[in-house]
C-alpha cells in the first residue's frame, strides 16, 4: 500500500521552532530520496528540501540554515526541523518522493503568526 502520513504541524510564533514527521510505506521509501514540500495560500506547491537514501541533503534558499531535513530508514520515517520560522513559512507540508507528482497525503498545516 503507498501511503504518507504527515504530521507535527500548528501555531507558532515567529521565531519558534517545529519538528515535522512523515511515515510512508515501505514501498515509497526504500532507496527513495525523499523531500518535503509546501504550498501557501493561492500559490503553487514548492519543493522545501530532499535527502537521498544515503543522508545527502538539498535545500530551498529560503529555508537554507533554518531547515534540517533528516531521515530514519529503519522506520520508514522523514523529519523536518524548522527553526527561526517567520510569517511567510505558513503553508501546508507535504512529504513525497523528490519529483513526485501524485500519491500527495493530507499534509500538515504550519501557521506562523504573532
Known amino acids: 500500500q503507498m501511503q504518507l502520513v504527515e504530521s507535527g504541524g500548528g501555531l507558532v510564533q515567529p521565531g519558534g521552532s517545529l519538528r515535522l514527521s512523515c511515515a510512508a510505506s515501505r514501498t515509497i521509501f526504500i532507496f527513495s530520496t525523499m523531500a518535503w514540500y509546501r504550498q501557501a495560500p493561492g500559490k503553487q506547491r514548492e519543493l522545501v528540501a530532499y535527502i537521498t537514501w544515503s543522508g545527502a541533503t538539498n535545500y530551498a534558499d529560503s529555508v537554507k540554515g533554518r531547515f534540517t531535513i533528516s531521515r530514519d530508514n529503519a522506520k520508514n520515517t522523514v523529519f523536518l526541523q524548522m527553526n527561526s520560522l517567520k510569517p511567510e513559512d505558513t503553508a501546508v507540508y507535504y512529504c513525497?518522493?523528490?519529483?513526485?507528482?501524485?500519491?500527495w497525503g493530507q499534509g500538515t498545516q504550519v501557521t506562523v503568526s504573532s
Open positions: 513525497n518522493r523528490h519529483r513526485a507528482d501524485s500519491g
